[in-house]
């Protein structure tokens, strides 16, 4: 029976372990190379932001920002004072009614918090509530104002990895804590070259890295204007007010808060009344019409192959135009492996000048996951050369031998207890190891080195330079 211990990884989390981390550094190290021949440069934003930002980009109706946010506790003492009519009254956190000294310690807190806020009210106010980063182009946009971006030569193009958080239902390639691999393009024109290169970057990243069975999703959802996206969200709502009666709990739900999101659900009894509903294409305005065209030829030109898909509407509130997905094979049901749009309204609504912005993230678990049904995992890493050696004056070579070889590049494995040459030799098969050297007295005393060739069992005798020369010929 395999050993629990007490302690195991959160529902939603998991531990990336080798070898599989080669393959995470692979994917990552092609991100890094091919998003810099496109003129992008890596952000790192934190991973906690206030979580009124995340409320005003994705928007307070949507799953990820109603449902699905971590809250991370702040500092802030647990004791809140409230005020209503000059009445002070004072909450105490169920967790402290029980622990007589803690509350101790936060009511000598909260007095001097009454002194401050007697002397400035403002100061203690706001009780301030940070989330774990559901996704990354909040923060994006927050740093492209907060850092005066706007002054850099437009666009400015900025690509970011690491863990992101949603409390979702975990199942295969649905994770609480996952990853993003992901890009954003901000200020400068909407033209639809700018759309269409960074899904043609998309693209070459994901034949870069050998991803098979890709399929790119395209759609243009409109702009938020009465002739436009509002006119034709009112008409979707007006027929789906017709059927109201057939559609499930979440659809009926969203009726009134996102009629759109009715085109994303994947109910089984609800596709075929979801294909007589009035399509947005029909009811673009012509500059959204005229650009989504522009944006599939530009496509067509770069030879990206895609598929129109007039449902595809996305999750997030901030999008507007042009709208992708890229799915690939081997996930399952959770099969989008990217997502994107562009979203030329999002850095104004956080309080900056009017920008355009473009973007996609990839789901980087389910790229993995995706590359490992094909194959594409790279076998656990063994080793170049082991080293067993026996006695004192052997150990100090050994040392030196295998500083010397891994300043060379090469994968060393030095044991640190002597050990018979017979169970040595075990060790480095098992480890995976390509060559044997070894070291004894003999070989000390002769500078002659014996190297061992472990799938033949051939051995050759070789000086510390021959020995160097030797490998890195190999
Ligand atoms: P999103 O569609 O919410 O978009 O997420 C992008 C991708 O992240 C998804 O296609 C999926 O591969 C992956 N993903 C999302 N949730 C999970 C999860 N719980 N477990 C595993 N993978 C997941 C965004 O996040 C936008 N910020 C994309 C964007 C950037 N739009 C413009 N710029």
Redesign the pocket.
């Given at each position: 029976m395999a050993n629990k211990s007490k302690f195991q990884a959160i529902r939603?989390t998991r531990d990336l372990l080798p070898p599989e981390t080669a393959l995470w550094n692979r994917v990552e190290q092609t991100a890094h190379e091919v998003f810099s021949t496109f003129g992008f440069g890596e952000i790192r934003p934190p991973i906690i932001e206030d979580a009124g930002l995340f409320a005003r980009a994705?928007g307070d109706e949507t799953d990820?920002v109603a449902k699905?946010m971590f809250n991370v506790q702040s500092s802030e003492p647990d004791i809140v004072i409230k005020t209503e009519d000059g009445i002070i009254a004072i909450e105490i956190k169920e967790s402290l009614r029980t622990d007589s000294r803690q509350l101790e310690s936060q009511l000598e807190h909260y007095r001097s918090l009454l002194e401050r806020w007697r002397s400035d009210p403002s100061s203690i106010a706001k009780k301030e509530t940070w989330m774990l980063r559901?996704?990354?182009?909040?923060s994006?946009c927050r740093a492209y104002i907060e850092h005066n971006m706007q002054q850099l030569p437009q666009p400015v193009k900025l690509y970011y990895m690491g863990p992101?958080f949603?409390r979702?239902r975990?199942q295969k390639?649905?994770?609480?804590q996952?990853?993003?691999i992901?890009?954003?393009i901000l200020g400068g024109p909407d033209a639809p070259a700018i759309d269409a290169e960074l899904i043609e970057m998309l693209m070459s990243f994901f034949d870069k890295c050998g991803l098979q069975g890709t399929e790119l999703s395209i759609n243009s959802i409109g702009h938020a204007a009465d002739n436009c996206r509002r006119g034709y969200v009112a008409k979707l709502r007006e027929e789906l007010i017709k059927v109201k009666d057939k559609l499930g709990a979440d659809s009926q739900r969203r009726i009134e808060t996102n009629p759109l999101r009715v085109l994303d659900s994947k109910l089984e009894h609800e596709q075929a009344i979801i294909a007589t509903l009035p399509r947005i294409a029909d009811h673009l305005c012509d500059e959204c019409k005229a650009h989504y065209a522009a944006v599939k030829h530009e496509l067509e030109q770069r030879g990206v192959i895609y598929r129109e898909n007039w449902r595809l509407v996305?999750?997030?509130d901030?999008?507007m135009r042009t709208t992708f997905?890229?799915t690939a094979q081997g996930l399952g049901s959770?099969n989008?492996?990217?997502?994107?749009?562009?979203?030329d309204g999002l850095v104004e609504l956080l309080g900056g000048p009017p920008t355009k912005?473009?973007?996609?993230?990839?789901?980087?678990?389910?790229?993995i996951l995706s590359l490992q049904e094909s194959g594409k995992a790279p076998a656990a890493q063994g080793r170049d050369v082991y080293i067993a050696w026996m006695g004192e004056k052997a150990y100090a070579t050994a040392i030196r031998a295998a500083k010397t070889l891994r300043k060379a590049g090469f994968r060393v494995e030095l044991p640190p207890t002597e050990l018979k040459f017979g169970k040595a030799l075990e060790r480095a098969s098992k480890l995976g190891s390509r060559f044997a050297l070894i070291l004894g007295d003999n070989e000390v005393q002769s500078g002659e080195w014996t190297l061992k060739t472990l799938a033949d069992g051939s051995q050759q005798k070789l000086t510390e330079q021959a020995l160097l020369d030797y490998l890195k010929s190999l």
């Open positions: 939603g994705i990820v699905e559901p996704e990354a182009t909040a994006v992101m949603r979702e975990p390639g649905r994770y609480r996952f990853y993003q992901g890009a954003e996305r999750g997030l901030y999008y997905e890229i959770q989008a492996v990217c997502g994107g749009g562009r979203y912005g473009i973007g996609f993230a990839i789901g980087e678990d389910r790229l």
